[in-house]
């Protein structure tokens, strides 16, 4: 199984969610995030006075798949969520030992 | 007795009370998240604090008969506002002594709070409030006195701005406003920087908080500007558009600074353009003409919006730029009346602009520069006493922390989600159910007290 963690921008999550669905995966966690790359951060200017803000809010999802439909997941992400522009994001995948649902204590890729 | 005066006196104290309130949502939006609940009391504490004192001795301080020179008010003779609560308005008109006294505490309160703007973050709540004390006795009180007290024909003699000086000062710009904004700056000097000023950012928090506190102020200051016509009358009338009309004009001047300086038009920007309006039409709304008021208003928001960023070239962190807004707007003000006052306006004489001569221009310099001086003066010795003696800064740790935590134990907002925040701690009064719920309560007011 394999973990894949996409960093976004927040305003793509509806069309990533969508395009993930359409896929037919059936479910991820998406939690707020903030951080920059090589895109940096922006200023604002409060009574002339100009800050340079470092971190920028993202959009962190997390998506247990397959080993077999990661590649195929990666691609979806990286197509749904891309605008072309500076600071779209970066996704990864990272190998995963084992997954329990709670639930049922069903083990590996039953518990998907 | 004069039924619609006193209503309207009555009407515009309480309106010109909303502005304490007003004004500490004002500051408190543009502190940090950490500090805002502390930034809330100091304008709490010092309304409860001078009204007290206005009652007990400032009224009288202020008000009472002049002991010489126009310079202060005898503190004796209304002790306690003794001799006040009797009637002595005939039938034909006349203002219950009562209206006057309560229309004139709400600005002594509101003064003392314009100040804590200047030493956000960082000031012991003890130390200010014994600050506010001690300035608004020897400091506001005899300005008061000075500016506000007018002699009259029943043998009453009052201060020397207002009576012998004869400048214009129609609701407070140099009582109020300069005075506020010199000790603001000579406090700031005297407290210091924040931790990182200048380095880290200090960015407002809660920028729809300022904007509600900028509208409560310029709501309120209709009752400041108006009402100080101590009538429900034409001169009233006047200020209360010349009010109106000068903030509108200040913002519109504030915002163009910044569109052209900085690229975008603020929301902070247009909240305090706001604010240095109605600053310098303060002095200046019973003297001027509407035409002249937006004038006063669009120069006082664009030298407001240049003042703000003295701040940075000079090093004194004066944390929410009492001076750049107040005392520069008051001086915009005070001696803007020199030069745009009209006879025809109802409590005006002729400026420089309107063939008045350098006459009512030098009065107002004069009346403007004897405030600066006496407030920078006292104010440096009541806070220097002050450091000496109980100190008037947070620990750095409390300070980097959080002054909320230290000052008052509370926090403005609960950021928490998960958990819950904690468990319950012993309530006062109750008695402890368990030992080891002792020892944590303990442990936790010696973590946050001091």
Known sequence: MKLVTAIIKPHKLDDVKAALEAFGIQGMTVSEASGYGRQRGHTEVYRGAEYTVDLVPKVRLEILVDDLDATSVVDVVVKSATTGRIGDGKVWTTPVDDVVRVRTAEHGADAL | MDTGATAWVLTSASLVLLMTPGLALFYGGMVRAKSVLNMLMMSFGAAALVGVLWVMYGYSIAFGDDMGAGLLGNPAQYLGLAGLMEDTTTEAGGLPAMAFVGFQAVFAILTVALISGAVADRMKFS??????????????FPVAHWVFDFSNDSGHVGGWI???LGAIDFAGGTAVHINAGVAALVLALIVGKRRGFGREPM??????TVMLGAGLLWFGWFGFNAGSALGANNTASVAWV????????????????ERFRDGHATSLGGASGAVAGLVAITPACGALSP????????????LCALAVGLKYRFGYDDSLDVVGVHLVGGLVGTIGVGFLATS?????VDGLFFGGGFASLGDQVIAALAVMVYSAVVTAVIALVI???????????????????????????????????GSAARQSGAEARAPHLDVRSERTSEGVGA
Not at chain 2, 127 to 140: E, K, N, Q
Not at chain 2, 203 to 208: E, G, K, Y
Not at chain 2, 242 to 257: E, K, M, P, Q, R
């Open chain 2, 242 to 257: 010349n009010t109106l009309v000068a903030t509108c004009a200040a913002i519109l001047g504030w915002l163009l600074v």
């Open chain 2, 162 to 164: 207002a009576n012998n």
């Open chain 2, 344 to 348: 025809n306006a109802p409590a005006g």
């Open chain 2, 127 to 140: 130390s200010w409030m014994l600050f506010a004390g001690l300035w608004a006795t020897l400091v506001y």
């Open chain 2, 203 to 208: 960015r407002p928090h809660n920028l729809p």
């Open chain 2, 291 to 302: 035409f002249g008021s937006i004038v006063l208003g669009a120069v006082a928001g664009v």
């Open chain 2, 387 to 421: 450091k000496a003696v109980m100190g008037l800064r947070v620990s750095d740790e409390d300070e980097a922390s959080g002054i909320d935590q230290s000052q008052h134990a509370e926090a403005g907002y609960d950021f928490v989600t998960l958990g819950g925040g």
